[in-house]
């Protein structure tokens, strides 16, 4: 197979998901309080119940959900300068790690008294804490976790995604949260990417702004659990061939840094923001319309209760150690 005709097989997927974000963002201008990219997903996640998409659709759908939402991170960094992102880093660190371990010791402990099995425990910790399929796909191999389990734990992890970007700016605006204390909110208990830029742009366009650079960081700490867990699980040196830290740093990480350094130095016009902005917001709405249109409703159902009671659980728990460390630390 040809690469022109590989991308001439992602057209009709990508033309579906453009289309949908069309829609979406009409909506959302007539809705502003929902917005383009929840319009979106709640447009796709109908279609693909109604009417599944048919398989010469998919490879384009998976490229609007992955690479085009990767993508609009990359146009994010050019708000953004380095100094910004440090500074961003700095302060939410405190926040980020609290998250974290609270999220990880809580998966150990309900897992464990829920009776689920150790790998399908950690997988959906690991992903509620540091970053949904992402960190899944990271440590599947240095625990040796198999495809069951990994479908579980995405599928346990892809509906709270979808009930955070509903949800959270609720909780912001009921809270009075500040567009950069939902950014950081949004930034440390919201699990993928797509979502977190999803639930924050719907909030305002600082909120997104800071959320992703809070994200980015957080998706960091992939490269230290994954060794972690080599060593606990006692396979050090066999994991090492297999865990290449530079794979663990997701391509769009160092694309965004180096935008935001273009900007920094002054190569991005300070008139081209607006329309970068714009361009960035309908990416997103692309990818999170495709991320709907994968929906598997099925999926959640044959994942059982108990993986779904452990997601609910940790996704509270990640949500109110978030806003309570936040609000301990004078960060809100």
């Not at 998409?53 to 994010?76: C, E, F, M």
């Not at 830029?197 to 230290?224: D, E, F, H, Q």
């Not at 959640?300 to 997601?311: D, E």
Request: hydrophobic share 60%; proline share 3%.
């Amino acid at each position: 197979m040809t690469r022109r005709h590989e991308l001439l097989e992602r057209v009709p997927g990508l033309a579906l998901a453009a289309g949908i974000a069309i829609v979406a963002t009409a909506f959302g201008h007539v809705v502003p309080i929902v917005g383009g990219p929840v319009s979106g997903i709640i447009i796709g996640v109908v279609l693909a119940t109604m009417l599944r998409p048919a398989a010469r659709l998919r490879i384009g759908i998976r490229t609007a959900s992955k690479w085009v939402l990767q993508l609009s991170v990359v146009v994010l960094g050019s708000q953004l300068s380095l100094a910004q992102i440090a500074k961003v880093g700095l302060e939410s660190l405190p926040v980020m790690i609290g998250t974290l371990v609270a999220c990880l010791a809580a998966a150990w402990l309900i897992g464990r008294r829920l009776g689920i099995a150790g790998n399908l425990r950690t997988l959906i910790g690991v992903g509620t804490g540091v970053c949904g399929a992402s960190a899944i796909a990271a440590v599947t191999p240095v625990i040796g976790a198999v495809g069951f389990d990994v479908a579980y734990a995405i599928s346990t992890i892809f509906l709270f995604n979808i009930a955070a970007v509903l949800a959270f700016p609720i909780i912001g605006h009921l809270l009075g949260l500040s567009q950069h204390a939902f950014g950081l909110f949004a930034g440390t208990a919201v699990n993928d990417m797509s979502s977190v830029v999803a639930t924050a742009t719907t909030y305002g366009s600082a909120a997104a702004n800071y959320a992703v650079v809070v994200k980015l960081v957080r998706t960091l700490m992939i490269i230290p659990i994954s060794f972690g867990l080599a060593a606990w699980a006692g396979r050090r040196d066999a994991a090492r061939t297999r865990v290449n830290v530079l794979r663990l740093v997701p391509w769009f990480l160092i694309g965004f840094i180096l935008v935001a350094a273009a900007n920094s130095i002054g190569l991005i016009p300070a008139g081209a923001h607006s329309g970068l902005t714009t361009a960035s917001v309908f990416l997103i709405t692309i990818a999170l319309s495709a991320v709907g249109l994968s929906t598997d409703l099925a999926g959640f159902s044959r994942a059982g209760a108990k993986p779904l009671i452990l997601g609910a659980s940790l996704w509270v728990i990640a949500s109110l150690t978030s806003l309570g460390l936040q609000f301990a630390t004078g960060l809100t």
